[in-house]
Structures are given as structure tokens and as C-alpha cells.
């Protein structure tokens, strides 16, 4: 039994706490040690820079044409006693070291220690979390080691280090914590020495990071599996040619690997598609617009990508029991099923929808906790909102307080549009919009409101004349066992309205449907 300090009564920073603690258990004072977390700070600094980790990492930039050289800026994301600062600086690069902890022993007032150290100068900059208070392109390297795996919000966070780095510049992550199953994420917290005074770790899959980077832009140029240098192998000997088995990594129950990745922030400007590009001219044009087809907008959904970029954030959704369900639903089947699952639900038909479309205006009847609607500014910051709800108290059994919480919601998932939240009966209040601004049309639209038969019905009708050539319509719950009606209810709508193409899915769950307009 390991007896742990008591941390619910002291104010002192957690780490400091941690690594004096280990520090003093003769259990884990070698850890310690390989940590670069001992008291002698200078000692910890020199060790370092003069590892063979540090010096692969050295020559990995000059192959990436980064060289050390003063004018070239490297941003020290999570620098905690500040060695990876000290030997940056050291090594020839101008440094800014930024952490979140002011501790003594593992954060800022550490760090502070060893600037001057053999006349090396560095800047330090206390954080407050994930947020990067940088002006844009301000760096040409980000170096985080053993960092983003404690990231909760991966997506967001490696498109705001994109934002503040300079085109053509990288981002080194360094010996991050790859699981491959849910036993091993179990075992991993459960074994994690300091996780029960930190709280503060994490570990994803190999697919959510490489996802995460390819979903904020970034190009990645390096994948390191644990043998590939001795920057995941430390402290154990690099052996080089050492092959490691992925797939009996995959068959244990305990255990984790170490990868470390390097992505580039190319020249190249690239945007995301717009309605826009709806439009498409040839000499003849045979078929009209490009547009979104139901059976595309399915396989994009259902895809894995789509699944890893969703687990990314939906833990970030306000939360209620059916929420947290679903995410430990989502990933189970993930686990089992791999790329051959096919479900479908309102979460990733509105991510992938929004994620493709990048729709202009989106329109929703049903807001509650602004769970739909915050997983469409998931897929599109810069979205246009205009949201209908009653704010009934104690919805459906569960809690619904408003549009302020729902206000500071979408500011958590980087809301950068408009919003207008419009209260009332939608039976009233979207005809009433809708009448004095009769020009608007929307990309994207959800109906989640009313669930009686003629509501529901009513509410489809309202909208659907003014979604937007390629646009999309979702209705959710059309297998509710609580509303059996509700499928007819969508199909008599789209009979109604023939420039719709509809798309269901009843085999699991309570069934979500879509249509998209066709194109003019």
C-alpha cells in the first residue's frame, strides 16, 4: 500500500508536491531522478542537454532545415523546471518557456532558477491552461515533451499552436502516452504514481492523435514508434533496428508505448470548403452543382476519422447521464468493431456535416444544453446561430438552464460567429422570424423540438423552404421507442417538399435522419 501525502489541505502546487514526495520514497526516488524533477536544478539542466534524447532531437530539426541559430524562436510549451528551456537556449535558439504551474520544484519559479546558468538566457511566461495568449506566426518551433497527452482538448488546442506558428514552422510532441484498448487506459491510471496527487494525466489512442493533427492542419513528417530513437526508448538504450510489434502492443491489457510526433505548418493556405463551392463551371455543365449526396454524406459520417475527431471533444459537451453513456457506447464499439462499425446519431451526422459543409448559417429548434449545437461549432467556428427553445425546466427528465449556459458553452468550444437565441414556442417563433427576415437562408439545420406528431411535423415544415441549395436538415429520434410516430412524421415532410433527398437510420439507437436539398 502506498500512503500518499495529504493534498485537500494544502495550497501548495501539486507537482511540487509530487515530485518532493517521490523525492523523499526511496520507492521512487530513481524516477525522480529520470524525470529531471530533483532539487539540484542545475544538475537536472546539464544531464539534459547533455543526453542522447536532447541530441536526437538537435539533429531531427536541422533535418527539418531548423537549425539552432538566435533568429529562429522556440515556444516551450509545458517547460516545468525549465531543462528543455536551458538546453534550447543553450544549444542556440531564442526561447520563450511558458507553463501553468508557478511551482518550485516542477513549474515557472523553477524554472527561474537556472536562467543565467552558464550564461544561458531564456523568457518565461506563466500560462493559465491550454490557453495561448501569442500573436499569430509568432514561432518557428513549438517543442512540447511529454505534454500533449495530458491535453484535453486535442483538436482545438494543436489548431491554436497552429495559429501562433510561423509558416513552415514545427511542432515537436515528445514521448506522449499511446494506449491501444480500454484495459490499458485503465491500468495506466490506476498504475500512474503520481496521477493520485496530480489528477492531472492523460493517454489516447494512436489514431486520435494522428487525427487531431490532420483535422487542425498540420502535416505530419515524423510518427516515432517507441524504438525509433532514443528519445522514446530513454531511459532504457536506443537499439537501432529494434522492431516493435504493434499488433502484440495491441493485445495487452496493461501497459503503454511512447510515440513522438512532428508535424509542419505548411506554406500552402488552405480553407475549408464553403457552400460557395457548390458552384461549379465547365464549358457544359451536364449536372449542375456539386452538391453533397446522401450515401457521401453517410460514409462520411460513419468514418473512423470522423469518430476519432468526435471522441476528441465529446467529453467537452455538457454532460448529463445519457452523455456520458454515449461516449463510453462510442468507444466500446470502436474498440469492437474498428472501421467496419456504421452507426449514425445527431452527434457525428451534425460534426460531419458541418465539418464538410463549413455552412455560413445554422438555424436549430431544440436547444437545451447546446450539445447539438456546439458539436456543429466543432466542425465550423466561424458558423452564424440562430437557436428556438422554450427552456422548459427538468426537459425530458433532465436539466435545461438556458441560453447563458448554452452562451458560455459555445464560447468553450471557440464560438467565433454570431448567435441569436430566440425564446418561445417554435410553433410561433419561427414563423415570426422567419416572416421578417425573408431573405435568410440556412446551410444547416436541425429540428429537435417538439416530439408530438403534428409539432414535429409543423416545425419540419416552418424550415424546410428556407434550407439552402446543398444544404442539410437533420431530425433526430426517429426510432425513439417513447415516439414510434416520428418516422412517418419525416417521411411525409420529405414526400412534401420533392427537392429533398433523405437519408435514415433505425438499426441502433433512437434513429437520426437527414436530406439534403438538391442543387438548382
Not at 306 to 322: C, G, I, P, Q, R
Not at 474 to 480: E, T
Amino acid at each position: 500500500m502506498i500512503n500518499y501525502p495529504d493534498t485537500e489541505h494544502s495550497s501548495e502546487d501539486l507537482y511540487d508536491i509530487a515530485y518532493k514526495w517521490g523525492w523523499e520514497t526511496e520507492q521512487f526516488k530513481e524516477l525522480v531522478f529520470l524525470c529531471y524533477k530533483t532539487p539540484n536544478f542545475s544538475e537536472n539542466a546539464h544531464r539534459f542537454y547533455e543526453s542522447e534524447e536532447f541530441a536526437s532531437a538537435l539533429a531531427q530539426f536541422d533535418s527539418l532545415g531548423k537549425p539552432a541559430n538566435i533568429n529562429t524562436r522556440v515556444l516551450d510549451f509545458g517547460c516545468g523546471n525549465g531543462v528543455a528551456s536551458y538546453s534550447l537556449a543553450r544549444a542556440g535558439y531564442t526561447v520563450v518557456g511558458i507553463d501553468s504551474s508557478l511551482g518550485e520544484i516542477a513549474g515557472i519559479n523553477a524554472a527561474s532558477k537556472i536562467i543565467g546558468l552558464d550564461g544561458v538566457h531564456f523568457t518565461l511566461k506563466h500560462s493559465q491552461g491550454e490557453k495561448l495568449e501569442f500573436e499569430d506566426e509568432s514561432f518557428d518551433i513549438i517543442w512540447m515533451r511529454e505534454v500533449l497527452h495530458h491535453i484535453k482538448d486535442l483538436q482545438s488546442f494543436l489548431t491554436d499552436l497552429k495559429r501562433i506558428l510561423k509558416p513552415g514552422g514545427i511542432i515537436c510532441c515528445l514521448r506522449d502516452v499511446v494506449i491501444w484498448n480500454e484495459e490499458q487506459r485503465e491500468h495506466f491510471f490506476d498504475t500512474h504514481p503520481f496521477y493520485p496527487i496530480t489528477k492531472d494525466e492523460g493517454c489516447y489512442y494512436l489514431d486520435e492523435y494522428i487525427f487531431a493533427f490532420k483535422s487542425s492542419g498540420l502535416a505530419l513528417k515524423r510518427i516515432d514508434h517507441p524504438y525509433s530513437s532514443p528519445i522514446n526508448t530513454y531511459p532504457s538504450p536506443y537499439e537501432e533496428g529494434k522492431y516493435f510489434d504493434s499488433e502484440s502492443a495491441k493485445a495487452r491489457t496493461h501497459g503503454y508505448d511512447l510515440y513522438s510526433f512532428i508535424a509542419v505548418k505548411e506554406n500552402l493556405s488552405v480553407t475549408g470548403k464553403t457552400m460557395n463551392n457548390n458552384l461549379f463551371e465547365y464549358k457544359q455543365n451536364y449536372y449542375g452543382s456539386v452538391i453533397l449526396n446522401p450515401k457521401t454524406m453517410a460514409n462520411i459520417c460513419t468514418s473512423l476519422q470522423n469518430w476519432f475527431e468526435v471522441l476528441n471533444f465529446h467529453h467537452l459537451l455538457a454532460s448529463d447521464d445519457y452523455v456520458e453513456y454515449l461516449d463510453a457506447f462510442y468507444r466500446e464499439s470502436i474498440k469492437r468493431f474498428g472501421d467496419s462499425w456504421e452507426y449514425m446519431d445527431i452527434v457525428n451526422v451534425l460534426y460531419g456535416a458541418s465539418k464538410v459543409l463549413q455552412p455560413k448559417n445554422y438555424l436549430e429548434i431544440g436547444v437545451r444544453r447546446g450539445r447539438s449545437v456546439c458539436t456543429v461549432v466543432r466542425g465550423c467556428p466561424d458558423v452564424n446561430i440562430t437557436a428556438f427553445d422554450m427552456w422548459i425546466s427538468n426537459y425530458a427528465g433532465m436539466d435545461n438552464p438556458g441560453p447563458d449556459f448554452v452562451q458560455s458553452e459555445l464560447k468553450k468550444h471557440n464560438h467565433r460567429g454570431n448567435v441569436e437565441f430566440i425564446n418561445g414556442d417554435s410553433h410561433v417563433t419561427v414563423p415570426d422570424f422567419l416572416a421578417r427576415n425573408p431573405e435568410v437562408t440556412y446551410d444547416m439545420i436541425t429540428v429537435d423540438g417538439d416530439h408530438s406528431e403534428d409539432g414535429a411535423f409543423d416545425d419540419l415544415c416552418n424550415v424546410i423552404p428556407r434550407l439552402a441549395p446543398g444544404g442539410v436538415l437533420v431530425f433526430d429520434d426517429i426510432s425513439h421507442p417513447a415516439h414510434p410516430y416520428l418516422i412517418d412524421v419525416w417521411r411525409r415532410a420529405i414526400a412534401q417538399h420533392p427537392f429533398l433527398v433523405g437519408y435514415e437510420f433505425t438499426e441502433l439507437g433512437y434513429g437520426v435522419a437527414f436530406a439534403i436539398r438538391k442543387g438548382e
